[in-house]
Structure formats: C-alpha cells, structure tokens
C-alpha cells in the first residue's frame, strides 16, 4: 500500500460519524464508562489487598527498582487502553463488509485507516482519565512521569501496534475469520508480556522462557511505558534508550511488513471478488 497524502478534513468527518454515532446510544455510553471505572476499581482493590512490592527491571542491566504493584497494574491498563486500544479500533473498523462500500467512494486508504481508528482511540483516552484519577486520588498510587520519555514511548508503541493491526486485518480479509497473527500475539502478550506480573517471574516455572518474553514487541511496549511513567527517566537514561532503540527497530521492521500484508490481503480479496465476504 503506498503512503498517501492524508485528507483530514475526511478524517475529522469519519471522527464525528463515529462519535455521533456512539453518543446517539445512551445505555452504550453509561455502560462504556462505568463498566471502564468498575473495571479498575477492581483491579485496584485487588492490588491494593496484595499490598505486594513488584521489581522492575528492564532486560538491559539497569538498577532495580521497587514499586507498588498498583502502580504496576495502573501502568499496565494505561498501556492498555492508551496504545493496544489501536488494534480494536483498526480491526473494528476496517471490517471486510465494510471496506468493499469504502473502497467505492474513492477514499484514500490512510485517510480511511485513520480517520476509523481516531474516535476509537479518542474513548480509550478518554475513558483513561477518570481511571487515572481514581488511581492517584483513591488508591493513592504514585506516578514519576517524565513526559518527554512518556510522550515518545506511546509514540512508537502506537506505530508498532499500529502495523500489527494493519497486518492482522489483511490476514483477515483473506480467511475470512481470525487471523493467526493477531491470536498468537494475544495468546503471548497475556502470557509473556508483563501485563499482571514482571516477566521475570515466569522464570520461577520455566527457567529461560524470559528470553522469549524478550523477543515480543509488547513485551517492550509495556517496559518502556512503566519507566518512563514510574521512574522519571530520561530517554538519556541508558535503561530508556535502550528501550527505545529496541522498540524503534520493532517499528521499522513492522511497518513495512503491516503495510504489505494489508495491501496483499486487500488485493486478493479484489481478485477474488469476496472483498465483502465474511
């Protein structure tokens, strides 16, 4: 697929569509918001019962350091809803049922791909923030946020989980279903990713799989997150710059892999006349 110019007033104009659209439904929007805050509310209590201390350590040998583990799951849903809330918006809304009626208006693809995922990115934003006061004002959690730091890791975790969507959409034009890439990376982030638990305790069970941990892109989007949401450091700092360098080569491998996937799968479905099949 080539890169196109993005045509933003489309994009504004598919962002309230699809605004309008989710405000029109009351019981939705009552639903989407307390379901979100009781959701972390759990959680909170949760944490707040465990009253545990977690490790963080990042792969690269950095000094140790000892948070709440509260603050560890506040971090976790932040990656949650803030950066891996793209792969629902671009898989949602880039439905094959839905492509072949786009795709006829002559609407570029990146202004479509963008202009879907932007209101579903927006909520998730959105629906973060009374999460995030809850944390620091009831459960009292303690953030140590470098904003530089912050603002370049969900930076390059959106464009990594960007292209992972993007290739999971185009398996998914083709098989008419699932897709693989999208279930193992699923299966592992749950696993293998350091959503709940620091990684470094799968080691406890299955000495050496922390190395596989390691090897996943989400692995390192949590950890880049966590330190520069819980540490206060820098991306001068050898521990995020490491970090960063890593996710960035995850993004420049990704990228183009996520693009070419979409664009085979898009083209076949055209070749093979079942563009809206599902």
Do not use: H
């Not at 693989?180 to 696993?191: D, K, R, T, V």
């Not at 470094?200 to 949590?222: D, E, V």
């Amino acid at each position: 697929m080539k890169l196109q110019a993005i045509e933003w007033g489309k994009v504004l104009a598919l962002l309230r569509r699809d605004m309008n659209n989710w405000a029109s439904y009351k019981t939705q929007v009552t639903v989407s918001i307390l379901g979100s805050l009781v959701g972390f509310a759990s959680w909170g209590f949760n944490a707040s019962y465990r009253n545990a201390t977690v490790t963080l350590q990042s792969f690269t040998p950095t000094p140790v350091f000892q948070i709440s583990y509260l603050a560890y799951i506040v971090t976790g849903i932040l990656v949650s809803n803030v950066v891996l809330s793209l792969t629902s918006g671009v898989t949602g809304g880039l439905r094959p049922w839905a492509l072949e009626s786009i795709m006829m208006t002559g609407m570029r693809p990146s202004t479509f791909v963008l202009g879907t995922v932007a209101w579903s990115y927006l909520l998730s934003v959105l629906l973060f923030i009374p999460q995030l006061l809850i944390g620091v004002l009831f459960f009292q959690v303690t953030l140590d946020v470098n904003i530089i730091s912050f603002l370049l890791a969900i930076l390059v975790s959106g464009v990594i989980v960007l292209a992972i969507s993007m290739a999971s959409v185009g398996m998914r034009l083709v098989t008419k279903g699932s897709d693989p890439i999208l279930w193992i990376l699923g299966i592992s982030m749950s696993l293998l990713s350091g959503v709940t638990f620091p990684v470094q305790f799968l080691n406890k069970y299955f000495p050496g799989i922390i190395y596989i941990s390691w090897a996943l892109p989400y692995t390192w989007i949590f950890d880049i997150v966590r330190l520069s949401t819980l540490t206060g450091a820098s991306i001068l700092d050898p521990t995020v710059g490491v970090a960063l360098l890593v996710c960035l080569a995850f993004a420049v491998v990704l990228v183009p892999i996520g693009l070419y996937l979409f664009s085979w799968g898009l083209r076949r479905a055209k070749q093979q006349g079942t563009l809206g099949w599902w």
